[in-house]
């Protein structure tokens, strides 16, 4: 078929020397199809178009050499190796293999001269290489060398790197003479970057002809450009979709709305005012509302969210809000239903910790249409729960969850009914590039305005040598009746750690400072326990409360106006905010205190000295995102943005302008050019692109 041979969709099976082992190791690598094979591209180039004369190695350098065999011997007794000296009359090398087979021996002893490739070291008699890669070669005629750079491509066991190149070379061969039939790019979309064409950009990364790192740099970004133009296709495309789709119409019943308001024990701020209306504006307006709410810690999200929720409810329509932990999705129960309850709304909590006839209730709700709003975790998408109509979803603290998850709950509604609005909230403030990558499907709202009378939260870099002058202080604290919260974190630790290593320092703790009341709070308690705790302490029952990082979201206890979190090196800057957001929530002065463990290295350091000159949760992230990479946003692992082949945040950050600018503009002028855009670059990874 003719489309099949365009370079684009040609799969792998015209790949020969391919058996079904190797092919199950390409697609390993993430090759599916020929053109994926083209764009897997060498992490690093070998120079083998010079030869090094042996008296002028380097140790340190990589270089090609031959020589002459002089001998081959098989050295050292408890941790054998195998010898081969070679030598051209300016000096000689030794060859060292340790692991070997005697075939090997006897294979290398029957040379007379052989070339090799590796890097050079000083060995025991001179200089020498370990494990280098050779050649036979005949003994008099000179032997060709390379032309271009030799690439180095990332692999997997069981695929050498010769396949990989004899591959990709085979590839490169069969797209060569289609190339020609493939989309081009139009002219002037990004001045500098598409002059170079993308079949020149694939062929100079897999065999440069010399090793000019500006020519490679330039090809590299003009795919990353085009990676992340792709993407951004994909995502924008999904949002077309959708908004041709048709959506309840949300009308808030203002009548209601003001009994509800006057019902709240604060006023609103603008900011939440100038939110909510442009919600509303969204809810009603027929089309599905696909919106990202940003929002430092204590900004007041929830309220907004309420009355979202109270429009969907006064419409007769159901709202299901998604935590991310148990405990949160407990703690909005409590809220939603204690701000709800009075104008009408009845509200279920549905975890997965709630079973048998308990879950049989709350689903029967969900399914008649008795309850309106339903609040629960991650369990919210399985099967079983079926909405009777469902009109609006939230989700809280979005980087906790992927894109897919977000997806995943929409699917909930009918597929041919209309769609639900989809609110999406979050605390960890998205750099604006990583926000126009990740979410240019959402519109975005931000709350930039606190509540009034927050204090301001004086954070200290404390070493843990000094833990004993901490706890005499925390003794102080508490005898001037305020709480504090003790933070233990392991991270990448099993949870079962974790909560070992909280349940040692409540322990500890209360040794030190008997009399106090200490309690604890881990992931494996019951939500029954968790909630038992959280009361107590909320009602100032108990004096510190030792966690886990479980209460990094939601938890508002005002009087608790100290927190001490041990070993905050080991946590992202955006959780880190997080967790020290969970005081100065009430009057009465406030301290975070970052008990680290020295020695800090310098970009340790810096790190956590962002957090204490800053309190502004985008300045911190923007800086910590600079620092660290991207991967610790917004679950970028699952969203896809961390998977990109070729395209690095960190270094492409500033084409992420142009591309935004681009995708308007082919969108625009050029939509047949999505398609095969989306279908080279993002391809499996988009999972989202038909949901
Ligand atoms: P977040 O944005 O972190 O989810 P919350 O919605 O939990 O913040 O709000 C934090 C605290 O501020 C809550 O106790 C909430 O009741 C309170 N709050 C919200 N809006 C206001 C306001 N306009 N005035 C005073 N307090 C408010
Ligand atoms: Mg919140």
Redesign the pocket.
Known sequence: MATSRRPDGVSLDNLQGAGTKTLSRLNKLGIFKLQDLLLHLPIRYEDRTRLTPLGALQPGQPALVEGGVAFTDVAGTSRRSLICRISDGTGFLDLRFFHFRPEQLRALSSLRRIRCFGEVRVGVHGLEMIHPQYEALPETAPAPLETGLTPVYPTTDGLSQQSLRRFVAQALRLAEPEHEKSFRLPPRLAPELDALSWWDAVRTLHRPMDDCPKALERARRRLAYEELLAHHLSLARFRQEIRRRSAPVLNTDEAIKTTFQSGLP????GA?RRVIGEIESDLRSGRPMLRLLQ?????????VAAHAALAAASSGWQTALMAPTELLAEQHFHTFSGWLESSGVTTTLLTGKIKGQGRREALAAIASGATALVIGTHALFQDAVEFHRLGLTIIDEQHRFGVHQRLALRDKAHPLAALPHQLV?T?TPIPRTLAILGYADLDCSV?DEL???RTPVVTRLIPSTRRGEIIDRIANWIARGRQAYWVCTLIDESEALQCEAAANTAASLAQTLPGLRIRLLHGRMSAAEKDGVMREFKAGESDILVATTVIEV?V?VPNAGLMIIENPERLGLAQLHQLR?RVG?GPGDAYCILLYQPPLSAIGRERLKILKDSSDGFAIAERDLRLRGPGEFLGVRQTGLARFRIADLTRDADLIETVSASAERVLEHHPELVAPLIDRWVGRGVHYAGA
């Open positions: 604060f006023s609103l701020t939440q929002g430092d810690v204590g900004s007041g999200k929830t309220i909230m605390a709350l509540p009034p009378g939601g508002d957001g929530r």
